[in-house]
């Protein structure tokens, strides 16, 4: 009699090559995107980062990070969040007209870079952004499942977010985002695009910072205020990047 796999190593092994696909398949328009950053980098210029619902945690995962850019500027607007009033923020996802007043608040540069997350691909505000982001001249990267948003319903923008920036990364994920089916159960459970889209996100961080320590330039990159030395490293880097970043 054959024996059960767990549902845990068969959510281990659909991530395992889901991540290697994602990465492997997009490798080129990866490096492509780290060199962006590295620019924007030595020109001390700023990393915006934008989601909406679940997909603020990756704002979140680029800000103030051990190992991460000290440069990366996260867009975070409460509402917009799950903690404040779910309903709220996904009934604000699909409004119109949110995206130049959250971006004021934020003033981002001509030249800048504004990742938006957006697991499906199709709400309005997500796309919005992604279009006023490039109406303000800056280079936008757009983080989706492209096979949800082919068969998601689009807002009146009539665009998926793959359509509305300079570079679109895959994060492989399936239709409503939970990855594994359950025999005796009808749906499925257990996302897969943060795992992916963090995994995305630090494959950048990593390819900037090798480009940078190649180009000779120390990448400003924060370390955990539990190894040694690392007080020092880091208030150095919120001198610098404090009044150019209002949530330092």
Same mark, same amino acid.
């Given at each position: 009699?054959?024996?059960?796999?767990s549902a845990l190593d068969?959510?281990?092994?659909?991530?395992?090559?889901?991540?290697?696909?994602?990465?492997?398949?997009?490798?080129?328009?990866?490096?492509?995107?780290?060199?962006?950053?590295?620019?924007?980098?030595?020109?001390?210029? /700023?990393?915006?980062?934008?989601?909406?619902?679940?997909?603020?945690?990756?704002?979140?995962?680029?800000?103030?990070?051990?190992?991460?850019?000290?440069?990366?500027?996260?867009?975070?607007?409460?509402?917009?969040?799950?903690?404040?009033?779910?309903?709220?923020?996904?009934?604000?996802?699909?409004?119109?007209?949110?995206?130049?007043?959250?971006?004021? /608040?934020?003033?981002?540069?001509?030249?800048?870079?504004?990742?938006?997350?957006?697991?499906?691909?199709?709400?309005?505000?997500?796309?919005?952004?992604?279009?006023?982001?490039?109406?303000?001249?800056?280079?936008?990267?757009?983080?989706?499942?492209?096979?949800?948003?082919?068969?998601?319903?689009?807002?009146?923008?009539?665009?998926?977010?793959?359509?509305?920036?300079?570079?679109?990364?895959?994060?492989?994920?399936?239709?409503?985002?939970?990855?594994?089916?359950?025999?005796?159960?009808?749906?499925?459970?257990?996302?897969s695009s943060i795992v992916?889209?963090a995994l995305l996100w630090?494959?950048?961080?990593?390819?900037?910072? /090798?480009?940078?320590?190649?180009?000779?330039?120390?990448?400003?990159?924060?370390?955990?205020?539990?190894?040694?030395?690392?007080?020092?490293?880091?208030?150095?880097?919120?001198?610098?990047?404090?009044?150019?970043?209002?949530?330092?």
């Amino acid at each position: 009699m054959a024996l059960s796999v767990s549902a845990l190593d068969q959510y281990l092994q659909a991530v395992i090559e889901l991540q290697r696909r994602v990465v492997e398949g997009q490798y080129t328009i990866l490096m492509e995107i780290a060199q962006r950053l590295a620019e924007t980098t030595r020109r001390e210029g /700023r990393i915006f980062l934008f989601g909406t619902g679940h997909s603020h945690l990756l704002a979140e995962e680029g800000f103030y990070r051990a190992g991460g850019l000290a440069n990366v500027v996260p867009i975070l607007t409460e509402h917009l969040m799950l903690h404040h009033l779910p309903a709220l923020g996904s009934r604000l996802e699909r409004t119109p007209d949110l995206a130049d007043m959250i971006l004021d /608040r934020y003033a981002p540069e001509p030249g800048e870079i504004l990742f938006v997350f957006s697991n499906s691909g199709v709400n309005r505000l997500p796309v919005e952004m992604a279009l006023r982001g490039r109406d303000r001249e800056l280079f936008v990267v757009g983080v989706s499942s492209f096979a949800y948003a082919l068969q998601a319903p689009l807002s009146d923008l009539g665009l998926r977010l793959d359509q509305s920036v300079d570079l679109a990364l895959d994060n492989g994920g399936i239709p409503g985002d939970a990855l594994l089916e359950l025999e005796g159960f009808p749906w499925r459970v257990a996302p897969s695009s943060i795992v992916i889209g963090a995994l995305l996100w630090n494959c950048l961080v990593s390819e900037t910072a /090798r480009l940078l320590v190649e180009s000779g330039i120390t990448p400003p990159i924060f370390v955990s205020l539990n190894v040694v030395g690392a007080a020092e490293h880091n208030q150095a880097l919120l001198d610098k990047w404090r009044p150019r970043n209002i949530h330092l």
